[in-house]
T-cell receptor, first 115, second 114 residues
Framework: AQSVTQPDIHITVSEGASLELRCNYS??????LFWYVQSPGQGLQLLLK??????LVQGIKGFEAEFKRSQSSFNLRKPSVHWSDAAEYFC?????????????FGTGTRLTIIP | DVKVTQSSRYLVKRTGEKVFLECVQD?????MFWYRQDPGLGLRLIYFSYDVKMKEKGDIPEGYSVSREKKERFSLILESASTNQTSMYLC?????????????FGAGSRLTVL
């Protein structure tokens, strides 16, 4: 069965500092990987996705993530966070036959930004 | 942009009431999903549908049913609401088939059952 682990429940960083959010997945075949962000009281917005090709993917809002097959990881990074990045972040995994399969989400990491 | 609309943002219901949560998408997506979101548990899939009148159970279908009579509309039904169904409910949709398909979410419906 597919699964996603986000080991950090809550992370606090200073504005302007770098950020890395961890994500480990379990999937028996080639995974499709996603990062979503949820601002308070809102639905989820896609930050970036990995399907194939270059293992470093760029997303919106200056985020990037790197797929490492050997470590089953897909960590999210940003070189310099802004106060508006405070939100909850979800990693998710789906299969290459994702068309009619479900997407499995991690439990989320809440990001707090301090001035 | 794809738009997924959940008509009720906040609902308060009493134990035993029948509850309908409506979701409409405007981009002719084949697949629609209902997730439940709880603190510390992330998003858990309740039901999904890959075609009109088709439905598949997700990870936590107990206590819920769904209806998809039209392609653009996917309804979640709580036949007899209970307090443990107090939660945030998120609807999502995507195109079907294989390949690079992405979920688009609605803003969520926060349900409180008293």
């Amino acid at each position: 069965a597919q699964s996603v682990t986000q080991p950090d429940i809550h992370i606090t960083v200073s504005e302007g500092a770098s950020l890395e959010l961890r994500c480990n997945y379990s999937y028996g075949a080639t995974p499709y990987l996603f990062w979503y962000v949820q601002s308070p009281g809102q639905g989820l917005q896609l930050l970036l996705k990995y399907f194939s090709g270059d293992t470093l993917v760029q997303g919106i809002k200056g985020f990037e993530a790197e797929f490492k097959r050997s470590q089953s990881s897909f960590n999210l990074r940003k070189p310099s966070v802004h106060w508006s990045d405070a939100a909850e972040y979800f990693c998710a995994v789906g299969g290459s036959n994702f068309g009619n399969e479900k997407l499995t989400f991690g439990t989320g990491t809440r990001l707090t930004i301090i001035p | 942009d794809v738009k997924v609309t959940q008509s009720s943002r906040y609902l308060v219901k009493r134990t035993g009431e029948k509850v309908f949560l409506e979701c409409v998408q405007d981009m002719d997506h084949e697949n629609m999903f209902w997730y439940r979101q709880d603190p510390g548990l992330g998003l858990r899939l309740i039901y999904f549908s890959y075609d009109v009148k088709m439905k598949e159970k997700g990870d936590i279908p107990e206590g819920y049913s769904v209806s998809r009579e039209k392609k653009e509309r996917f309804s979640l039904i709580l036949e007899s609401a209970s307090t443990n169904q107090t939660s945030m409910y998120l609807c999502a949709s995507k195109t079907g088939g294989t390949g690079a398909n992405v979920l688009t979410f609605g803003a969520g419906s926060r349900l409180t059952v008293l």
